[in-house]
């Protein structure tokens, strides 16, 4: 498993550098690998309270990447979105470091706070494995199957 950095920035604590290495990979992700032309920038991007999780190897190399959307903004829960790994990184435990992260950090920033993801359909049992539960039918986003999951408030 990589030794990967972690660092959470806002849009703006972004340098230029930065921005284009989280674009980049989530350009040839979800549109290019997944050949699947939509929007990939949105509004949610530029928001004051958006976190830009990014995970880099020992060469500084962006391997994973997550962007978490404060409540009330695209779900009334918080939100994880944009959720990506290189494909050279891929069944290498990467995706889980970047998910036990992005959950660290949103206990950081919004502490207790349930979670609702909009997940492709074929990760469900990834993120089942995370005690997120499936909330809805499968439905179509951007011609991709889709299902909402939720994990619950760590709130005792």
């Not at 829960?77 to 036990?100: D, N």
Request: glycine residues 6%; proline residues 5%.
């Amino acid at each position: 498993m990589p030794n990967l950095q972690w660092e959470v920035k806002t849009f703006q604590q972004l340098t230029v550098d930065q921005l284009f290495e989280v674009l980049q990979l989530r350009v040839d992700v979800f549109v290019v690998e997944q050949k699947c032309p939509y929007p990939e920038l949105d509004h949610f991007d530029r928001h004051a309270e958006t976190q830009y999780l990014s995970g880099r190897d020992e060469w500084g190399q962006l391997l994973a990447y997550a962007r978490i959307l404060p409540p009330g903004l695209k779900y009334p829960e918080v939100s994880i979105g944009r959720f990506v790994v290189k494909a050279a990184a891929r069944e290498k435990g990467v995706g889980h470091q970047l998910l036990r992260t992005a959950l660290n950090v949103i206990q950081e920033c919004w502490p207790g706070s349930t979670i609702r993801i909009s997940a492709q359909e074929y990760l469900q049992r990834f993120y089942a494995q995370h005690d997120f539960t499936r909330v809805s039918d499968v439905y179509l986003e951007d011609g991709i199957p889709h299902v909402e999951m939720v994990r619950k408030s760590s709130k005792a």
